[in-house]
């Protein structure tokens, strides 16, 4: 089954002048970025050079020490909840309760991220059929494996459609097989006017993605609090 | 408000598969209230005295017991952060965990207590307005409550930091509720102290969502 995405509006989102401060040390800093409909943005870079960070700050679970996000050149902050509606973020832990099962708890996600309950039920089969879960469907989330949660996590990429993928580190735990999935359900996400920002560090195939190395944005010595707190202003 | 009901939902859901949260905070509730005649003796005259205080006390030390849960579980399995990034209010969310909070432990509860109360030979004249003050002190202490899991998330021995945070703002609640039935008890009118319990549940309800949603944001930065 392909799902009924219908191809949303061109759009932009941008990025000027992120910092980022972590516990009073600069993990980025002067990072712009512009990201197209149809496009896609891969954070490479070793541990700790902020690739979660910006991706967090990007989805607003995280203010930017300086710099505006903005989309179609409007600043996100202006309207969080309308941010919020075009996102899917996806991070380290999968959200997946013991005691629900995987159409249970994939089915809260989509209702909650789009309440229209009719539509969602239908999206939540087709991601399940997906990412090859529906045979667990009715198998409680204690259950499954680390691979089978993060592919659960995945599916809700799919069963409420967003513009907007923020995904961190997505082919953890993932086989061959399912990460041949996802790369397949990304092409079709970019084909449909959806945009992609990753982090990795495995292989995964997205042609024509533009790759950013966040420790280029690495500022060399820790900076003193005086010096942080002029940056933040 | 369909977001409002869809985390409801759940967390009942949650809370009826788990299951031992709520019974845990009534068998609690049930237990200590029984330990009273035989820490104090049987006499009616004392038992009957100490009722009021005995069933405020206890039950607000109850509805703590389950209070850590209320957001620690999602702030660990990262449902929070989804929670967080939901296109609606984060108010709306948070009054809905409470509201569930509330459904699972404040109700209970007030089923009991009239059982309790007859345990510890109150007055039938109490049992009304017992009951009157529970139902509008109980979802102020989940508010309250809520406002205190938010803060403490993330902090090593959180539960501990949660009741000293959170037993001095339960106070008023305690002394208004008891109030409330030692005045009916004695034949007064319990109007006035259940007018100051209504005015703390308006207020918290205005303020608890807002500033448990400001505490969460801070934790998941």
Same mark, same amino acid.
Request: proline share 0%.
């Given at each position: 089954m392909v799902p009924s995405m219908t191809t949303p509006e061109p759009a932009t989102f941008s990025g000027t002048h992120l910092a980022c401060l972590r516990g009073g040390r600069v993990v980025f800093a002067g990072l712009d970025f512009t990201l197209a409909s149809g496009g896609a943005l891969v954070l490479l870079g070793p541990n700790g050079s902020g690739k979660s960070s910006l991706l967090r700050v990007m989805a607003g679970l995280l203010r930017p020490a300086h710099g505006v996000l903005a989309w179609n050149g409007q600043p996100v902050g202006d309207d969080p909840e309308a941010q919020a509606a075009r996102t899917h973020y996806l991070g380290h832990h999968d959200a997946v309760k013991p005691v629900l099962s995987v159409a249970e708890n994939l089915g809260f996600w989509a209702r909650l991220h789009d309440p229209h309950m009719g539509r969602a039920g239908r999206a939540v089969d087709n991601a399940l059929d997906r990412f090859g879960l529906?045979?667990?469907?009715?198998?409680p989330g204690k259950m499954l494996s680390a691979g089978q949660k993060r592919r659960t996590n995945l599916a809700r990429l799919l069963a409420a459609p967003s513009p907007l993928w923020l995904l961190d580190e997505p082919t953890t735990a993932l086989d061959k097989a399912s990460i041949k999935a996802l790369e397949a359900v990304l092409a079709e996400h970019r084909a449909t006017g959806g945009m992609v920002v990753l982090s990795t560090h495995a292989e995964i195939d997205l042609p024509g993605a533009t790759l950013m190395q966040l420790d280029d944005f690495a500022v060399a010595e820790r900076f003193d609090e005086p010096l942080g707190e002029e940056l933040a202003h | 408000m369909n977001r409002f009901l869809e985390v409801v939902r759940r967390d009942l859901r949650l809370a009826l598969r788990q299951g031992s949260d709520s019974v845990m905070v009534v068998t609690f509730f049930v237990l200590t209230v029984v330990l009273f005649p035989f820490g104090i003796g049987p006499e009616v005259n004392v038992l009957e005295r100490v009722s009021a205080g005995v069933l405020m006390v206890t039950a607000l030390l109850a509805s703590m017991l389950s209070l850590d849960r209320l957001f620690q579980a999602d702030y660990e399995d990262g449902s929070l952060e989804l929670l967080v990034l939901t296109p609606a209010p984060l108010g709306v969310v948070v009054a809905a965990k409470m509201l569930a909070h509330w459904l699972t432990t404040g109700l209970p509860l007030m089923v009991a207590a009239p059982v309790l109360a007859v345990l510890l030979h109150m007055q039938a004249e109490g049992f009304a307005i017992l009951l009157a003050a529970m139902a509008l002190g109980t979802p102020t202490l989940s508010?309250? &409550? &809520?406002? &205190?899991?938010?803060?403490?998330?993330?902090?090593?021995?959180? &539960?501990?930091?949660?009741? +000293? +945070?959170i037993l001095p703002l339960y106070v008023p609640v305690l002394i208004f509720g008891v109030g409330a039935i030692d005045a009916a008890v004695q034949g007064m009118s319990a109007k006035p102290h259940l007018m100051i319990l209504a005015g703390i549940l308006v207020a918290a309800l205005a303020l608890a969502p807002w500033a448990s949603s400001a505490a969460l944001r801070q934790a998941l930065e």
């Open positions: 529906s045979h667990l469907a009715a198998i | 508010l309250i &409550g &809520g406002i &205190g899991a938010a803060l403490v998330l993330g902090a090593r021995r959180g &539960g501990v930091l949660l009741s +000293l +945070l």
